[in-house]
């Protein structure tokens, strides 16, 4: 019986969220690539109008038309296979180990929301023109929350050193991006921030070891998101 309900544990902690949030992106690409074939555009996840008729990032077309959904979309869009497997293969190893930790729901809403307000800062700060796609601003999230499960976990020695992996992972991306032109640093350092922050917020399941997190810094933490969202908002259309 034991034996059983050990088996039973293991499959409800899987990462399931992880697991659908790669197969959305897969079935993207390879949909993007189908319409791009059919309209005699190879490559077609690389082509500007395929890339905007899936709903990449695209600060004009927020404002204009009110698109607000290219806050989400971008997030399941890559442009080009590397930047698919590179995202795809990044997604399946740090998801595995994060999602079973702070639970399915927690995993759902940190991975968007992080992606959101990536995506957000980059819509607030960056070329109104420009056009960007990917899962790197959730990515990022789950990197920056592992920042915070150190603290919470800071007597578990694998936690606490994939924590100082992760902190050094975002500063050498982030200074690696300030030399390449075609990475939005904008949408990576703002789900680095929202990831720290959503993590202070929604904490970990309560039948894990006490949070060292009191609830003033929660309700703190959560209030500053918010502000930060609805400032990128006005922001982004003021600058616009």
Known sequence: MNQLSDTWKKI?????????????????????????????????????????????????????NHEYW?????????IGFTHLALNSLTLYFVGRILE??????????????????GNLLSFAFGNSYGLSAGASTSLFGMFAAFIV???IYSYHPMIRQMSQNMSLLIILNL???????????????????????????IGVPKNHLQNKLNHH????????????IIFCLIYGFSNY
């Open 12 to 64: 409800i902690r899987g990462p399931y969220f992880t697991y659908l949030f790669l197969v959305i992106q897969l079935i993207v690409y390879i949909t993007m690539e189908v319409v791009g074939t059919r309209h005699g555009i190879f490559n077609g996840s690389e082509n500007s109008g395929i890339l905007t008729l899936f709903g990449a990032l695209s600060p004009q077309l927020i404002v204009e």
């Open 217 to 228: 810094q929660r309700i703190a933490t959560g209030i500053f998101t918010i502000f930060l």
């Open 175 to 201: 200074v690696m991006n300030l030399f390449s032109s075609g990475v939005d640093i904008l949408g990576h350092l703002g789900g680095a921030i929202g990831g720290l922050l959503l993590m202070v917020v």
């Open 70 to 78: 290219r806050f989400i979309t971008p997030i399941f869009i890559h």
């Open 149 to 151: 499960l150190g603290r």
């Open 100 to 117: 079973p930790i702070i639970g399915h729901a927690r995993f759902f809403f940190l991975y968007l929301m992080s992606g959101i307000i």
